[in-house]
């Protein structure tokens, strides 16, 4: 019984995570007020472990695993010190639809920023059809089907952006962005 309890739940959220797709939502607490379909919140660097022992340095938002659509380990600490740009995304997303052309432009264009796509909401076998649609297999996509990492970063719904600077501080914008809105993140995040 506890299964089928556990299993409600996570549909639950998962439903709410998926209403949330083009809702222009501004649940966020450091919404500074932007106009269109953009919500920001800018938040201090995550602090590192405190405990005895404990080796990483990397911020919290960085210490988790996960497997990316290609069936591969990914350990997010691998990324510690760089600029990173999380996209969120769902595989019947038409907001994730719209950015991925400026995604996949962005991302040649930056070398020195990481984009790691986060695809969440559905199937793996959706999730790899909207990759192979959208021409953006070049870039590491890993698979949140439970939606761990979505809630790690306090994503609630898609497409949305976590930038996260060297230092471990983040900024998440929700879109669609469009390819000068996201350059204009990205410029911003790799001169930091």
Do not use: I, Y
């Not at 996570?10 to 106009?35: I, K, Q, S, V, Y």
């Not at 953009?38 to 602090?47: F, Y």
């Not at 996960?66 to 350990?75: I, K």
Request: hydrophobic share 45%; with cysteine; charged share 20%.
């Amino acid at each position: 019984m506890s299964n089928v309890r556990s299993a409600a739940a996570a549909m639950a959220a998962l439903a709410l995570l998926a209403a949330a797709c083009g809702t222009g939502m501004r649940d966020e607490p450091g919404d500074m007020g932007n106009t269109g379909d953009t919500a920001m919140r800018t938040s201090a660097p995550a602090a590192s472990p405190a405990g005895p022992g404990s080796a990483s340095s990397a911020p919290a938002a960085l210490r988790f695993d996960a497997r990316t659509l290609d069936g591969e380990p990914f350990e997010g600490e691998s990324l510690a010190g760089r600029p990173v740009a999380f996209w969120f995304w769902a595989p019947w997303c038409p907001k994730c639809l719209s950015d991925a052309p400026a995604v996949k432009a962005a991302a040649a264009r930056h070398g020195d920023v990481t984009v790691v796509g986060v695809a969440g909401l559905d199937t793996e076998a959706a999730m790899k059809q909207f990759v192979r649609r959208t021409g953006t297999g070049d870039l590491v996509h890993l698979s949140d089907a439970e939606g761990a990492l979505w809630t790690k970063l306090g994503v609630s719904e898609q497409s949305t952006f976590v930038f996260m600077r060297p230092d471990g501080s983040t900024q998440k914008v929700t879109g669609p962005l469009g390819q000068d809105k996201l350059e204009t993140h990205l410029r911003a995040l790799a001169t930091r």
